[in-house]
């Protein structure tokens, strides 16, 4: 059987990057899969976060999901802390995961910074709750941005280890589902940063409650070049972007990339459209585009956002689905490492 798990923290400011990278996947791939997404609000406790706040974002990235076209009735959609499951399989895994492991893991030094002896246990041991998060469900399939590459490539460790170890055959090898144009949706203000909730300007990103006019005041400001804008012949055979093109210009083909994610068109059919074109139309052309596909999903993550009760209820099912599918693979994983259930 084929599973999909994913997770967004609910930390604010979700993006454009959250929507191309993950959300709007969410969405494509409901019809195929079994799929449970979720508010990872353990997740969040890593970095400091006001009570209310952290409450009040939860209901955010729930009412995120559901204006993009997720369907909570096909899918389980709920918050990591309502189902026991998570932490104690995550308590289970920080006992398989070396620390050799978690020391490669480039994000918790981007996120504890030079801080490090400062950073919560929590921040260190994240991928592991992650893997936990995965494994809980026995989901094989991982829809997630370009910048969870790593953390997937540990739960597969993490799974490959725990089966070996106990000898069995018990937890799935995950395949990560990195899909589409935008992948990894980079600053509007700098092409070789990441578009990120944490980042201090608001004009670096697009988020997703933005209305039309700030979509279009970011965009218009976004950083360019001076040159016109590239032709088809820049890709490779198999019609990809070179890395090294990318990099020559990253500002240009981030927001090139952003453009054909948007449109669901492919590298060539926007090249070809947008050939030896100045910035200026080919902006008109993206903030046209961008209001029209983020806008109206904004407006309803903001209505639904305002309809605690209605979020709430979401939530409230999703946890008693989840619990249902995780609570036995809990029990089965607790037997197999010799925990006694009297
Ligand atoms: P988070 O909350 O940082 O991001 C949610 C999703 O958005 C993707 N994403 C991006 N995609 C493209 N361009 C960007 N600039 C960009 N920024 C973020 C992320 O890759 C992610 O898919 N650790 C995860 C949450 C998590 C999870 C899980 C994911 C917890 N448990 C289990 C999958 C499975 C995170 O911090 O995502």
Redesign the pocket.
Known sequence: MKRI?????P?GNL?L??Y???IRNFVRLQSDFDCIF?V?DL?ALTLWQEPEELRRHTREVTAAFLAAGVDPKSNIIFNQSQVRAHAELAWIFNCVARIGWLNRMTQFKEKAGKNRENASAGLYV?PN??AA??LAYKATH???????RQ?LELCRDIAQKFNHDYGVDFFPIIEPQILGS?????SLRDGSR????SEASDMSRINMTDGADEIARKLRKATTDPDLLPGPEVLGEDGALPEETRRARPEAYNLLGIYAALADEDWTAVLTRFEGKGFGDFKKALVELAVAKVGPIGDEMKRLTADTGAVDAVLREGAERARAISEPILQECQDIVGLLRP
Do not use: E
């Open positions: 798990f994913s997770g967004v923290q930390t993006h990057g959250n191309l990278g993950a979720c990872v997740h994240y709750l992650m998060d995965i991982v829809p997630v941005g370009d910048d969870q953390h935008a992948t990894r949706v980079m990441k578009m990120s909730k």
